[in-house]
């Protein structure tokens, strides 16, 4: 049976999941004006790592999703060990298919996922996600984009990290990630950054990181 990317990266150590590190994910939140009164939404939130983290420093309510349950399992454990239950909860549902009203969030966390899914599956999630932001609610993402033009050298990088993290993945272009995400209603502000050790198997200096924040 196919190990599940997030699975076997975290068998290895690799308990963080996020292709720009811990700093793309300050980078992303600290823009992001969270308050005790924001309402997040974290999708592939894993084992609740980022979770915990926003819960304990800005005193928000966070629903984390994921379809593992064993992830969940795992954060339910760790949202217990730090005494945050009234702050937070996790759902197992699909990204695809989010059971939350229209407009329920002000805030959609998704790092390390879109990766991984093929064109028309981020074009099924990048649409919940507008769906269940609130008006001038903002995306909060990090993925890998191809820092080359050349489709040969996509083609063979794409390989390269499909076999690094045991997952087929689907990088773009930063042109690319802009483009898709701006066709579901969003306005993006980005930065640029290195690879982290996630990808350390692929050649990094063709590859890169893309914190961005898209406001719906």
């Known amino acids: 049976m ?3 990317g997030h699975t076997f990266l975290a068998r290895l150590g690799k308990t963080k ?10 980078w992303l939140v600290e823009k992001a004006g969270i308050g005790p009164d924001t309402k997040i939404l974290e999708v592939a939130c894993n084992m609740g790592t980022t979770m915990i983290m926003l819960a304990k420093k800005y005193g928000c309510s966070v629903t984390g999703l994921d379809l593992d349950e064993k992830a969940l399992a795992k954060a339910r ?6 005494g945050l239950a009234d702050r937070l909860q996790v759902v197992q549902a699909s ?3 989010l059971p939350f009203e229209d407009a329920s969030f002000d ?19 990048l649409s919940e996600y507008a769906r269940v ?8 993402t990090q993925d890998v984009c191809f820092r080359c033009e050349s489709s040969t050298l996509q083609k ?17 272009t930063s042109d690319g990630w802009k483009n898709r995400i701006e066709s579901h209603g969003f306005v993006t502000e980005q930065k640029v950054g290195a690879m982290t050790k996630s990808a350390a ?6 590859l890169g990181v893309k914190p961005r924040i898209a406001v719906r």
């Open 133 to 140: 932001l609130k008006p001038g609610g903002l995306l909060l």
């Open 156 to 172: 063979e990088l794409r390989a390269g990290l499909s076999r690094a993290i045991n997952v087929n993945v689907e990088p773009l």
């Open 201 to 206: 198997q692929a050649p990094s200096f063709r």
């Open 2 to 4: 196919h190990e599940a």
């Open 77 to 82: 454990e760790n949202i217990e060990k730090n």
């Open 17 to 26: 999941l996020r292709p720009g590190g811990i700093d793309a994910t300050n």
């Open 95 to 97: 990204a695809f298919e």
């Open 107 to 125: 805030i959609v966390i998704n790092e390390a996922m879109l990766t991984m899914l093929t064109g028309d599956s981020k074009d099924k999630a």
